[in-house]
């Protein structure tokens, strides 16, 4: 669980708790006020009497204005942790989870990496055994993406880009590990892959916009 979604939890529990305490002081406050007016309203001749009832009236008085500055006081902290509340499931909402931030910043990487051994491949650069070995290992951990759900705290739009962005990484890795003997032979093949890896790329910078991701940044650790 993040900092944030415990941020939510608490100030979410937290705001039902003083609603709670609110209504109770509430609930209170309207029993001692009929008791009060019930009160006022008996007016005894003696003496004695009317001593103690004025003294029932002083001590509801008091216990009426207790109970109306507890709700009070309970109203102000409900509704500040509930804006609370609101406000960090907005910006939970909105701000890509640091799970979905790895997961979407790796699979930058290894598209890199895997677009990177292509070209290579295309170009006679390095030798069929070490492209295989590659392959495979690029191939293994993309396809390793099918395990992978976007964060449900995600507003719904973006766990739809987050969703089709693993689904796509994994078909590449999925596609690409039993094909990773015919690369080396079939230049074909190459070009079709990285066709693929610009398709994908295009839902990867749709995700980079929406969550305001600097791309520049993760090129300079490249």
């Not at 103690?52 to 409900?78: D, G, P, S, W």
């Amino acid at each position: 669980m993040s900092n944030l979604e415990k941020l939510f939890l608490g100030t979410f529990i937290s705001s039902l708790i003083f609603l709670l305490l609110a209504l109770i002081c509430l609930f209170l406050w309207i029993v001692h006020n009929k008791q009060l007016k019930n009160s006022k309203k008996k007016k005894s001749k003696n003496k004695v009497k009317r001593k103690k009832q004025k003294k029932l009236i002083e001590v509801l008085n008091k216990k009426k204005k207790k109970e109306m500055t507890m709700f009070l006081i309970f109203m102000f902290l409900l509704i500040s942790c509930g804006l609370g509340a609101f406000y960090t499931s907005y910006y939970q909402s909105i701000k890509l989870s640091p799970e979905d931030s790895d997961h979407v910043i790796k699979g930058y990487y290894l598209l890199s990496d895997f677009e990177k051994q292509l070209e290579s491949i295309k170009k006679g650069e390095i030798d069929k055994d070490k492209s295989i070995e590659n392959i495979q290992n690029l191939g293994g951990k993309m396809a390793s993406y099918s395990e992978l759900k976007a964060n449900s705290l995600n507003k719904e739009e973006g766990q739809v880009k987050i969703n089709r962005y693993y689904n796509v990484v994994k078909e590449i890795g999925t596609n690409a590990i039993p094909q990773s003997q015919d690369f080396y032979e079939n230049k074909e093949l190459v070009d079709e892959f990285l066709n693929d890896i610009k398709k994908v790329k295009g839902y990867q910078t749709d995700i980079f916009n929406y969550y305001k991701i600097n791309k520049d940044t993760l090129k300079k650790n490249e």
